[in-house]
Structure formats: C-alpha cells, structure tokens
C-alpha cells in the first residue's frame, strides 16, 4: 500500500479530532515553539511563592494544613496508625517498616512488584538495571521513552513518581520515626536541586508531573506534623506543585489526542492541585480544567457498563485508583464533580469485580501492564485489586469485602469499609466482549471484542482458565515497552496470546509499538447446551484472517467441575500454517508426544493437558524461549520462539512460564480440541482411555458443529 496509504489508515484510525490535537502538538514539539515557552519558566524563581501566591506566607500555609483549616483525608496519621494495627498482624506491621527502612537505606520499589538500589538520596537520571544514564541537561522536548543511550526512560522516571513516599507514611503512622519524613523532605529537596523546573528528561510526561502532584500531597499532610517539615520545605513543595501543574497544563492536548489514562491522571493532578492548594493564584483555573477534563475523558474511555477502552485490567485499577481519590475529595471539600464521573467509577468497580479471582485476589493479566499502582496502601501482593474493590466500595458506601488487611487503603482515605459477606455474582460482559464461565472454584476468562476504538492488542478469542487461586492459562503480561528487540511490547502480539496463529501472522497489522490497524473484528455468546438445561457454553468468532480466507471459531465448555473442553475450528480454503498455544505455569511437569499429553504437579494435585486434532499434528513443549520438548517434524522460527514460555507479571520482571504448542500444515477444515483435567489426589478422575474417547468425539462428530455466533440466540 505505500506510505501515504499506511499514513491514511493511521489517520482513520485516530479521527480528524484527536489527530489534528495530536500534530498540533508534535508541531509546536518539532519546531521548538514548546521548548522557547518551557525555557521562559525555568529556575525556582520564577515559582517562588510571592509569584505563584502573593501575600501568602509559608508559617500559615503550615499552620493551616496542622490545625486541618485546609482538608485532607486524615489529620493526623497517628489516629489512622492504630486504626491500621487493629487490621495487621504484628508480623505484617514488621512488613511495612521493613520495606519503608530500605527505602531509606536507597532500595525504592519499581513497577508494583520490584526493588533496585538507587543510592541516597536517589541517581535520578540513572536506569538502575543497565547503569545508563539520561543527561539531567537534556531538554525532554527532544527526548523519546527510548533510546540507545539510556534504553527504557520508564526505568529512570519511575523513582520520580515518588511512590515510595506511601511506605514511608504507613511506616510513620506505625512507629513514630523521624527518620521517614527526614528522607522524604532530603529526597524532595535533592530532586528540585537537580531538576530544576521545566529543563530536564523527568519533565516529559504530563502524566508523570501529575503522579507526583499526588504523591506529594500525601506526604505534605502524612508527615505534616513531624517537625522536619518546616515552613520553608512547604514552600518548595507549593513551588513544585505549582510548576508541575503548569507544566502538565500546557501539553493537555496531547492527552486528549491519546484517548487514554494519561488525560485521566492529568486532569486529576490538575483538579488536586487547584483544590487542595487553594492559596496558588492559578488554583481555580487548574481545578476547573481538570474538572471539565477528567469528565471528558471518563465519557470517552469508560463506557456506562464501565469497562475501560484500554481492554486492560491493570489500567483499569490505575484509573479508578485515580476516580476514588477525586470523589473522596470532592466529597471533603464539598467540590461539584459530573455525576458522569461517580457513575462511571461505579461501573467500572462492578465491572472489575467479575474478573478478580476470589481465592487470591488477582485479575488475569489482560491487556497492557505497566507496572502502575499508584497508591500501594495494602500489605497485599501487586496482583491483589482486593484493597482497590475494598476502598471502591468505602467511597461508594457499598457492601464490601470480609474484613482484613484490604481495609488499609479505606482507612487512609479517612473512611471504614461495611463489614459484609456479600459477594456479587460475576457477570459477563458481552457488550464489550468480556465473556465468564465457570465458580467461583473454576472459570474461565474470554475475550471477543468488536472494537471502536484503536486496540492494544491483537489477541481475539484468548481464553484465561483458573482453578482454585491458580491461573492454569495465562496471559504473557507486557514485560517492556521500549526494549530492544523483540522485547518492545512484543507481548501485544496474537502468537503468546492462548488463542490460535495462521500463516505466522497476527489477527491485525502492526504499525509500531503501541499501533493496529486492520482490526480484528469478534463476536461471542454465552449459550446453553441444548442437551442440558444446566451447562453453559461460550461460542465465538474473529474476522482477523479474512485476507487469507480464514475464520477462527471457538467452543469452551466448563465440564462439571473436573476440567475445561476448549474446541478451536478453522474453516475457510487453501493450506496453511495452523499454530494452538498455551501458557502455563512454571510447573513440574511429564508428557508424551502421541496422544499429546502434558501432567503437571501442582502440590497434591494434577492438572492434565491432552491435545488431539482431526489432521495429523506436531506438538512442543517452550520455556524460557528454549524448544525443551518437540515430536521430530515440528519446526518454529527462532523469533516466534524467542517470545514463548515466559511470562512478566508486571513491567520489567521477565519469568519462566510453559508454553505448550499444537501445530499442523494442511488443507482446512482443522479443528483442535484441548482437554484440561484438574485432578486432587483421592478424587473422581477420567482415565487415560475416557479422556481419548471424549476428545476423539469432539474431533470426529460431523454434527458437532461451531455455528456462526451471530446466528445464535443469547441466553438472558
């Protein structure tokens, strides 16, 4: 098609709105316009306080936030320390106090889930895992999230999201040590030392000057009455606040061009700073545009369902994170928000609820995963969105989970969850191509999307399967954005997807990192068996072959408890390269090559893979993008197989997984149908022989077949 073809279809794919935000914006950037402006309010100066609020004086900027004239969630975290021990262990209070002294010590925590040492006070312009480093005089106008010279920019800004300032809160509220607010205000003051406003890389993101605007606050009315914070410290952070929200101010179109959680953190930094820095001359000004900004984007991204137009589960926690914090604060301070933003925070908590594992908390790792988790407030793992349902249904004044250590962030945010035992029913959502089957004990994740909006990744018809706190097929995660090949965003593909590959392709084109087009169109439907009343199905299909005519369908079927049957059909013409694959957990494992079998041991338990075919196949077994078993006809190009068998849990943190892989050259039809068996010592088990007999069925029925889902009836 050419350049000018591609360049056309790119801009179909943003819309003349948002693209024409997006070259005004990358105008002003090229031609230095943005850069003349930046460099105009750079030094502290221009951001002193007489400036930015006259004939306000830092003594009662302090006196006013200690005697809580100027509202928070708290006044005072010791109160909100001993109501955090009556829901803490004593170990899991060692915990907390724990990580907060090797924050001081220079360890700060990266991505929700990782640590790397980064000094005291912290190297700010230093990727702690390469030793590369960014210039602190290089103008971020001219700067990209990567580049040879320092690799991923997220690895170097993540420690100027000031995240760590929340362990050093709870830590306080927990011992009283001086030294933690200590470290936050040295830290503070080391990063305006070497960052001075607007003229250097940690300058480059909206997004990221609005975390920081959040982070601050927390620790400006956390450590508010430690006598470390004095009132000139205050005054350098009203300073900082002050750039900040300017600085993320003047390149909102950009977000708006993006149509993603970069508008919503940067009107909710916009909205904090006007309300709770009501003495900045600018502050109403900042809180109206973020007001009518945060209700924009919500409209756009989060549909009345509430599902977020991301498709991610870890962006959606982010963007809640964000709608809770500006409802409890405007509920404070008695500020008009849209009712358009309470219902759809609402919607979205009810949506995520259906996709949180009831044993261990976690949500499939759906979609992109950048490590965000902006208020770690909670003893939990990473992966637990429990804190985040549980401070959901605090600000909403909703049943909530049992009670525990998901209280936490509740209590911080000056609220008690509802003691309940009540538990929604998970739902499907198949308006936005989010299907559930299954208990709480075994289900099953499904996604068929019709997309109208740019997708993320081309992963229609991946299937998620849990059993008893144990994601047995799982999704790969994100790992990096920016990294060198093949690791820049090489996970967004459809070959590490649980779904099938044809002809080596993805199901859309590939047009950069983060860009598609040619989208894969799905649909799907949860229906009844129409030999039971009791046993439900999901049927779906995707268009993302239609050049080579092929169309994938797929059946799952939950089996009574015992297992999951997933039956994928490709119908269409010609012969082609047909690819299954799962990812697995880093298990033990034994297997044989005919029937295809893999057994994996889990405790006392197994769980039994068999694969079966109506045409002759090859299978391979892949971890850590090593080819560990394969039957002697099977072949996979080293790229494809550099990619399988791991899987990131979130940003930066590449693991070990199972990738098990069924192939076939051949004239289509092909169906391939995949049993799952979750067996525990000492119960009811199929044989060897019944499971061959039962999948052996599946493959030869002539009337079993996977009709088009549009012409189903969906089950109410």
């Not at 013409?573 to 057994?599: A, I, M, N, Q």
């Not at 067996?679 to 022989?689: D, I, P």
Request: hydrophobic share 40%; with cysteine; charged share 20%.
């Amino acid at each position: 098609m050419g350049r000018f073809g591609t360049a056309l279809r790119v801009g179909r794919t943003f819309g003349v709105r948002h693209g024409m935000l997006r070259l005004g914006y990358e105008l002003e950037r090229g031609t230095g316009l943005m850069a003349r402006r930046m460099r105009s309010v750079q030094g502290w100066d221009v951001w002193d306080l007489n400036r930015i609020a006259p004939r306000v004086f830092p003594e009662s900027i302090l006196r006013d936030r200690r005697e809580g004239t100027r509202k928070f969630f708290f006044r005072d975290v010791r109160t909100v320390g001993q109501s955090v021990k009556q829901i803490l262990s004593g170990d899991e209070e060692k915990s907390i106090v724990a990580g907060a002294e090797r924050i001081l010590a220079g360890n700060l925590p990266f991505f929700g889930n990782l640590s790397y040492d980064c000094g005291v006070p912290p190297r700010w312009f230093e990727n702690p895992v390469t030793g590369q480093a960014v210039s602190p005089r290089q103008h971020w106008t001219r700067m990209r999230f990567a580049s040879p010279v320092y690799d991923d920019l997220k690895f170097i800004l993540e420690p100027s999201r000031f995240l760590f300032v929340y362990a050093l809160v709870r830590a306080y509220a927990l011992t009283a040590d001086e030294c933690f607010p200590e470290t936050f205000w040295r830290f503070l003051e080391d990063w305006a030392a070497q960052s001075p406003p607007m003229s250097g890389p940690l300058w480059i993101c909206g997004q990221e000057c609005s975390l920081r605007i959040l982070a601050w606050s927390f620790a400006l009315h956390g450590f508010i009455h430690s006598p470390s914070t004095t009132s000139k410290r205050v005054a350098l952070l009203f300073s900082l606040v002050a750039s900040h929200a300017w600085r993320t101010a003047q390149t909102i179109s950009y977000s708006r061009s993006q149509r993603s959680n970069h508008l919503i953190s940067e009107a909710v930094g916009l909205w904090t700073a006007g309300t709770l820095y009501p003495e900045l001359k600018a502050a109403s000004r900042w809180q109206n545009l973020g007001a009518q900004m945060l209700r924009e984007a919500v409209v756009d991204q989060i549909t009345p369902e509430g599902v977020s137009h991301q498709h991610s589960f870890n962006y959606q926690r982010m963007i809640l994170h964000l709608l809770l914090w500006t409802l409890r604060l405007a509920e404070i301070h008695g500020a008009d928000l849209h009712e358009d933003i309470r219902s759809r925070a609402e919607s979205a908590i009810g949506f995520l609820r259906s996709w949180v594992d009831p044993v261990n908390g976690s949500a499939p790792n759906y979609g992109s995963n950048d490590g965000s988790h902006i208020f770690p407030l909670a003893i939990d793992d990473y992966r637990d969105y429990r804190p985040l349902l549980q401070l959901g249904s605090a600000v909403q004044n909703r049943p909530a989970l049992p009670s525990g250590s998901c209280d936490e962030p509740a209590l911080w945010f000056g609220l008690k969850p509802r003691a309940s035992t009540f538990a929604p029913a998970p739902q499907s959502s198949p308006e936005a191509g989010y299907f559930r089957l299954g208990g709480e004990d075994s289900w099953a994740f499904m996604r068929a999307g019709d997309y109208q909006r740019r997708p993320f990744q081309a992963d229609q018809l991946h299937v998620d399967l849990w059993w008893r706190g144990l994601n047995l097929a799982r999704d790969a995660g994100t790992y990096l954005y920016n990294g060198p090949g093949p690791w820049n965003n090489a996970f967004a593909g459809t070959a590490v997807h649980n779904t099938v590959t044809v002809d080596d392709r993805d199901q859309m084109t590939r047009a950069g990192r983060f860009l598609w087009l040619d989208w894969s169109q799905a649909s799907g439907r949860i229906v009844d068996l129409e030999s039971s009343t009791h046993e439900r199905i999901f049927e779906g299909e995707h268009n993302g072959y239609k050049n080579l005519g092929v169309t994938h369908r797929r059946q799952v079927q939950p089996l009574a408890g015992i297992g999951w049957l997933i039956i994928d059909e490709l119908i269409g013409s010609g012969e082609h390269d047909v690819r299954l694959h799962w990812l697995t957990p880093d298990l033990s494992y034994h297997f044989r090559k005919s029937p295809f079998e893999v057994v994996f041991a889990h405790g006392e338990s197994q769980i039994c893979w068999n694969f079966f075919a109506n045409v002759p196949s090859q299978s391979a077994i892949v971890r850590a993008g090593r080819l560990i078993e394969r039957t002697s006809n099977f072949e996979i190009g080293d790229c494809d197989k550099a990619l399988l068998g791991y899987e990131a849990p979130t940003y930066g943190d590449l693991r070990p997984a199972v990738s098990l892989l069924y192939q076939t050259r051949s004239r289509l039809p092909v169906r391939f149908v995949t049993l799952v068996r979750m067996v525990n010592a000492g119960e009811f088990n199929l044989t060897n022989l019944e499971t061959a007999k039962m999948a052996q069925t599946r493959v030869e029925e002539t009337n079993l077949e996977i009709r088009p889902v549009q012409n189903r009836v969906q089950t109410a």
